[in-house]
T-cell receptor
């Protein structure tokens, strides 16, 4: 079966712009989690969606938002980009988010903010 | 921090040698997972060990878990160049999110 697909893979933006990243989970997976990865902070949890509802949110400013559609596809948006938002953004899906599941990750979207 | 700590941060060995990396965590767990990340790519799940297990094997991977010390180790035997990657341990924060350690960067030299 197809894996988790993230688009775009690479993008370059300038400060103040906004960006939207897309994630298509594995078919049948209803939970989608987003992570930001930077060399300094490592992997930081952004948020998780299940059945179009945000259930969990990490410690990020309101400039970071997301949503999930009825087909479980998810998007995240970052508004008013800052240089520090340059990172690899990873999406992961699972059947359900529980303490027993493993996550299947996409290849990531590499965002560079100039 | 909610995250675990991995040790060492970086490890460089010769092909064919064994590689051991360690992870310490802070809270009680139901299970602990290990993931691998090739440079700039997504993470790949390697192995999950439950809190009532002490050791688990998968191919050339051996994971141990010591819940009394809140620590785990990942051993890769007979390393290959393709094992060059970053390795992360991860634990669940409640049932809300999977939190990752800072990772060990493993380099296998030919």
């Amino acid at each position: 079966k197809a894996g988790v697909t993230q688009t775009p893979r690479y993008l370059i933006k300038t400060r103040g712009q906004q960006v939207t990243l897309s994630c298509s989970p594995i078919s049948g997976h209803r939970s989608v989690s987003w992570y930001q990865q930077t060399p300094g902070q490592g992997l930081q949890f952004l948020f998780e969606y299940f059945s179009e509802t945000q259930r969990n949110k990490g410690n990020f400013p309101g400039r970071f938002s997301g949503r999930q559609f009825s087909n479980s596809r998810s998007e995240m948006n970052v508004s008013t980009l800052e240089l520090g938002d340059s990172a690899l953004y990873l999406c992961a899906s699972s059947l359900e988010l529980s303490g027993a599941n493993v996550l299947t990750f996409g290849a990531g979207s590499r965002l560079t903010v100039l | 921090s909610q995250q675990g700590e991995e040790d060492p941060q970086a490890l460089s060995i010769q092909e064919g040698e064994n590689a051991t990396m360690n992870c310490s965590y802070k809270t009680s767990i139901n299970n602990l997972q290990w993931y691998r990340q090739n440079s700039g790519r997504g993470l790949v799940h390697l192995i999950l060990i439950r809190s009532n297990e002490r050791e688990k094997h998968s191919g050339r991977l051996r994971v141990t878990l010591d819940t009394s010390k809140k620590s785990s180790s990942l051993l890769i035997t007979a390393s290959r160049a393709a094992d060059t990657a970053s390795y992360f341990c991860a634990t669940w924060w409640g049932a809300q999110k999977l939190v990752f350690g800072q990772g060990t960067r493993l380099t296998i030299n030919p």
